[in-house]
């Protein structure tokens, strides 16, 4: 088979967006993922390398620790030419610069709060609020958990009224879709009136 | 560089550029292929020199024969997303795999992008 160099790449190849799955550890990130992906949730790992100061005295030597964050993805094919993946984020503070590679060029993000432990979703809606990138918050419930409303949770974690607030059950495609509607929407919302 | 001048974007303030195409055969330095995590790859060419070829790099054609993102790469390999990079960067370089870059908000989404993931979405 004769290759053709001068084939423009975007006659064959798909574009990739990206939306995020965060929320504190637990709260059920992979199993949205899952619940939505035509694959198998996949794992990565990056490795990072950080400078590390003031921790140990090693006499004017740079030491540099490398740091493996995992990160789960699925993948939602949307037609020929454009890919979703969905990105779990790391739960730990530790990770955000982690985040901020994920974070660039994102769509949008679904903060998952799990309302046994809501405040492990503080430092999700602080990143994507300070970052600029539109979210909702999906509380998940879990079966025993004590269910808030929507105004309790928004209530909760300070969230500007044109945040949606939903609640889901991550395990439910149907649920989990509903979700993903309502990030997109907000965003198309977003952009029509930019703050 | 220069040829930014024009796009009356603040560099400092948006980061980097990612060009909306990767494309091969030199027409950029290998070493300054800009690939993402959702960066698509795939292919070029059927015919692959094996011996001139690390053996991950051979595994990587294999695996782009289908499009995918530079991160399912990464996963199938078991090999992480920062050497898969670079790897996949050497590739491009020498007109074995072709990429394309991710849609970005530097990029403004369109709607009928939009659009496309909410119907996407829909028929799940």
């Given at each position: 088979m004769a290759s053709n160099d001068s084939e423009r790449a975007d006659d064959r190849i798909p574009a990739a967006i990206k939306i995020l799955i965060a929320g504190?550890?637990?709260?059920?990130?992979?199993?949205?993922?899952?619940?939505v992906s035509e694959i198998a949730p996949l794992s990565t790992e990056e490795v990072m390398t950080e400078a590390s100061m003031g921790v140990d005295d090693l006499s004017g030597v740079e030491a540099k620790t490398t740091t493996t964050v995992a990160l789960d993805f699925g993948r939602i094919s949307i037609n020929d030419d454009l890919v979703l993946y969905l990105f779990g984020t790391p739960g730990q503070e530790r990770f955000w610069f982690m985040w901020e590679e994920l974070a660039l060029g994102a769509l949008g993000a679904v903060v998952l709060a799990d309302t046994r432990r809501l405040e492990t979703c503080f430092p999700s809606v602080d990143f994507f609020e300070r970052r600029g990138v539109p979210f909702v918050v999906a509380v998940n419930c879990f079966e025993g958990a004590h269910h808030y409303t929507e105004g309790e949770v928004r209530e909760a974690l300070s969230l500007a009224d044109r945040v949606p607030v939903l609640l889901c059950d991550a395990r439910r495609r149907e649920s989990d879709?509903?979700?993903?509607?309502?990030?997109?929407?907000h965003v198309a919302e977003?952009?029509?009136?930019p703050v | 560089m220069s040829e930014q001048h024009d796009l009356g974007l603040d560099s400092d303030a948006t980061g980097p550029l990612v060009r909306p195409y990767v494309m091969t055969q030199g027409r950029?330095?290998?070493?300054?292929?800009q690939l993402d995590m959702i960066s698509v790859v795939i292919a070029a060419r059927a015919e692959v020199d094996e011996m001139a070829l690390e053996p991950e790099q051979v595994r990587i054609l294999q695996?782009?024969?289908r499009a995918q993102s530079v991160a399912e790469v990464s996963a199938h390999l078991d090999v992480p997303v920062a050497v898969v990079k670079v790897l996949l960067g050497d590739l491009i370089g020498r007109g074995y795999v072709l990429a394309r870059a991710p849609y970005t908000t530097q990029s403004p989404v369109s709607r009928d992008i939009l659009q496309a993931v909410l119907?996407?979405?829909?028929r799940l």
């Open positions: 504190g550890f637990g709260a059920g990130k992979t199993t949205l993922v899952g619940a879709k509903a979700v993903l509607l309502a990030l997109v929407r977003s952009m029509a009136t | 950029q330095r290998g070493d300054a292929v695996l782009c024969r119907d996407g979405i829909q």
